[in-house]
Structure formats: structure tokens, C-alpha cells
């Protein structure tokens, strides 16, 4: 229990980082793009403040990236005797495109206003772009292989006939990936709008600010739209792969068609549903795109074998935060385009400033339920957590210890990113670069 739990801390921390890692790299080349297309300086600016902020979670994101690292092989060692083997290869990928985003990093911050042609900076986002995505599409396809093994067998408790090629391509890595990055790319968008729009509330409604708030809801509304094709996709998946996990997660226990779509609610010991919100018929379209698509209940799996049934208040909460995110981004752009309200009320700014934390709320709901709806497997079909587990002393310290590391990271993250952009508004960083180019 000590070691899921260090290991949940340290995720729960990390996908903070890492989210933020893939996600602000695609804002950060829109906003340049934007800014030497239109020859516009504010959307440049925003590219230069986004990159300075976004060099920090970097930093933070590599001690915590190296944490899970080293606990896989402290805490989960019998996994990583038999895993190791076979899925090493994109944890070496992952490295290699973590390091290949940093050199042209690197080059992109200090090589501002070093060009003749503004298009030949614009160009170093490419690969950041594609180093960060690459870097969550390996290590994504770590996590796909361990809910949907493949390319080994297992003999005596030694992977052998190794495919490392067809482990990667196992059938929840296309599905998984996808949903992780467009995801991250949604959650980025709606915490810069986010900042933004408190901005707004805070009296800086200049043309700056306008913006950052068009452009950064504008992509909000595009990725979401990516995530909820992304999510349809990953519940066809579990309906065909992973069945037991769809039915933790939807609180369906019969094998039947036309199954209800169970929405919050509360559930008995007796797996009585009470109080739940049903949707006739709409579990079995989100499987297979038809009402008569058969759904296995989890009554079919053994009782050792089913996941958590707390999972489903996960499920609910991240698809409930993805409709609210669409929502807003809808409402903003509504009121913008048909001019028959006004897109920078306050309601609407607050409703913004919340989508901001609340995606990535609905990031950590959406691991929980894929981390917690594989449970009790850690390598699905083959090895259960328990037996994966390290069975030596001084987790219960170890433990102490990365929880002190996390808050002292979280601590020196926002005071260090407050004391960046405190008091040193963007207006007042735009005159001073007009002053300097004249």
C-alpha cells in the first residue's frame, strides 16, 4: 500500500508538469505564428512571457519525471525484471526526446531577435513541439502496453519470444496517446485563458489581453472538440479490450444491450444503484456506436479481478469537466462572433478562470480512472501489484521524504513563477521593447 502510494503522489505530481510540457509548446508556436503573420507585437509578447514561464515547470518536470523513473525500480521491481525487458525501448525514446526538446529550447530562448528572417525563430518550434509530444507518445505507450500486453510470452516468470516493437504497438497505445495529447493541449489552452481572463478581472483589458483571451479560447475550443472524438475512441477500446474496467467505471454489472449510461449517483453493498442519473440506451452507442451493442457486465469477471467501483465518480467528474470546458469555450465564442452579449462579462471571465484549474482537475480524474481501473493488475493478465510490490523495508520513509521533495518543488514553482511576472505587467515589457527598437 506504501509503495501505490508513493507512486500515486509522485504521478499525481508529475502529470501536473508533464501536462504543461506538452501542452504549452503547440500555444507558445500559435502565438509566434500569430505574431509575425500578422506583424502584430502583442502576440509575440505572448510568446516570449509563455516561454519564460514555461522554462520553470520544465526544470520541476525533470526531477519529477526522474522520481518515477527510480521508483520503478525501488518500488516495483518484479515488474521491471520482466517489463524492463521487453518495453525498454520507448523508455529510451522518451529520453531521447526529452533531451532533443531541450537542446532546441535552449536555442529558442536565447536566440530571440537574433534572426533577419522572424520565420527562421518560428521554425525552432517545431522540433520542441515535436520533442514534447514525442515525449508523451513513448511514455505513453509504456502505460498502454501495461493494460494491453503484448509481444512476450511469459515462462517461469521470464519474458521471453521478445517483440519490443510489437509491444509498443499494442491495441491501447493508438487510442491512449491520442487522448493524452490532445488532452494536454486542451488543458494548456484553457489555463492560459485562464490567466488571461483573471487579467481581465483585474482591470488589464488591453489590447494584450484580448488576445491572449481570443486566441488562447479559440485553441481551448479545438483541442476540447480533439479530446471528446479522443475519449469516444478510448470507450470503444475498453468496451472491446478492457470490458471490466468500462463496467467498474459505468457501474454496470449485466451483460446486455441498450445498456443505461449511469451518471454520479450512489451504490449499496448489494451493488444497488441509487440516485444516479440513467441515459437510455447510451452506454451501448459510446461502445459500439449502436443502441443494440452487447456491453459485458461486470458480474462476468471474477470478484478478485474487478476494479474499484469508486472509479466511476472519476470517469464522471473528468467527462463532466470536458462538457463544462466545451461549454465555455462555446459561450465565449458565441458571445464574441455574434455580438449579442458580452464575451468579457464577469460571469463569463469567472467561468473561464475556472476551466483553467478544472481541466487539469479532470486530467488527474481521467489517470486515476485509467491507473485505478486496471487495479488488481499491474501488467494486465500476467502480474497482479501485490505481486510486483518490493517486499523490503523503508518505504514508509521513503515515502515521508518525496512528500517533503513535492511540497518544497510546489513551493519554490509558484513563488519563483510569481515573482517573474509580479508587478512587471505586459504592457509595460511592450513599451519598453518599443523603446529599445527605436
Not at 457501474?251 to 451504490?267: C, K, M, P, Q, R
Not at 521533495?405 to 513563488?415: F, H, Q
Request: with cysteine.
Amino acid at each position: 500500500m506504501l509503495s501505490r502510494l508513493l507512486t500515486s503522489a509522485t504521478l499525481i505530481f508529475h502529470i501536473i508538469f508533464a501536462t504543461i510540457g506538452v501542452g504549452v509548446p503547440v500555444m507558445i508556436a500559435i502565438a509566434e505564428f500569430m505574431g509575425i503573420k500578422n506583424n502584430d507585437s502583442h502576440y509575440l509578447l505572448l510568446a516570449r512571457r509563455w516561454a519564460r514561464g514555461f522554462t520553470i515547470t520544465v526544470a520541476v518536470g525533470v526531477v519529477t519525471g526522474t522520481a518515477i523513473g527510480l521508483q520503478l525500480s525501488l518500488l516495483w521491481p518484479s515488474f521491471m525484471q520482466v517489463a524492463g525487458q521487453v518495453i525498454a525501448l520507448p523508455l529510451f525514446m522518451e529520453t531521447f526526446a526529452f533531451f532533443f526538446e531541450a537542446i532546441f529550447l535552449g536555442i529558442y530562448l536565447y536566440t530571440w531577435d537574433r534572426f533577419k528572417n522572424k520565420w527562421s525563430h518560428w521554425l525552432l518550434t517545431i522540433p520542441i513541439m515535436i520533442g514534447s509530444s514525442a515525449s508523451a507518445l513513448f511514455i505513453t505507450t509504456v502505460n498502454a502496453f501495461m493494460n494491453s500486453p503484448i509481444g512476450f510470452d511469459l515462462s517461469d516468470g521470464k519474458a521471453i519470444n521478445i517483440n519490443p516493437l510489437a509491444a509498443m504497438m499494442s491495441p491501447a497505445m493508438p487510442t491512449k496517446v491520442f487522448h493524452v495529447i490532445a488532452s494536454s493541449y486542451m488543458t494548456c489552452a484553457f489555463i492560459l485563458a485562464a490567466i488571461a481572463a483573471y487579467a481581465f478581472l483585474k482591470g488589464s483589458r488591453g489590447a494584450y489581453h484580448r488576445k491572449a483571451l481570443m486566441l488562447t479560447m479559440v485553441s481551448a475550443f479545438i483541442f476540447t472538440g480533439l479530446t471528446m472524438v479522443a475519449g469516444d475512441l478510448s470507450a470503444k477500446y475498453l468496451a472491446e479490450y478492457q470490458p471490466e474496467k468500462l463496467a467498474a467505471g459505468e457501474w454496470h454489472f449485466e451483460t446486455e444491450s441498450n445498456a443505461d449510461l449511469v451518471v454520479f449517483g450512489t451504490i449499496d453493498e448489494n451493488n444497488e444503484v441509487k440516485n444516479a442519473i440513467r441515459i437510455p440506451g447510451a452506454l451501448s452507442f459510446l461502445a459500439g456506436n449502436s443502441f443494440d451493442t452487447e456491453v459485458i457486465g461486470l458480474n462476468e469477471f471474477p470478484e478478485d479481478e474487478r476494479p474499484p467501483l469508486w472509479i466511476h465518480y472519476m470517469f464522471d467528474l473528468m467527462v463532466t469537466i470536458g462538457m463544462y470546458g466545451m461549454f465555455i469555450a462555446l459561450l465565449f465564442l458565441g458571445l464574441w462572433i455574434w455580438k449579442k452579449g458580452n464575451p468579457f462579462s464577469k460571469p463569463v471571465l469567472w467561468g473561464i478562470v475556472a476551466a483553467g484549474p478544472l481541466s487539469m482537475l479532470a486530467i488527474e480524474f481521467g489517470w486515476l480512472y485509467a491507473e485505478v481501473g486496471r487495479q488488481p493488475w499491474i501488467l494486465r493478465g500476467y502480474m497482479t501489484v501485490s505481486e510486483a510490490a518490493t517486499k523490503g523495508d523503508g518505504v514508509g520513509i521513503t515515502f515521508v521524504l518525496f512528500i517533503l521533495l513535492y511540497m518544497i518543488l510546489a513551493i519554490v514553482t509558484i513563488s519563483v513563477l510569481i515573482k517573474m511576472f509580479k508587478n512587471k505587467p505586459a504592457e509595460a515589457e511592450l513599451e519598453k521593447r518599443f523603446k529599445e527598437e527605436d
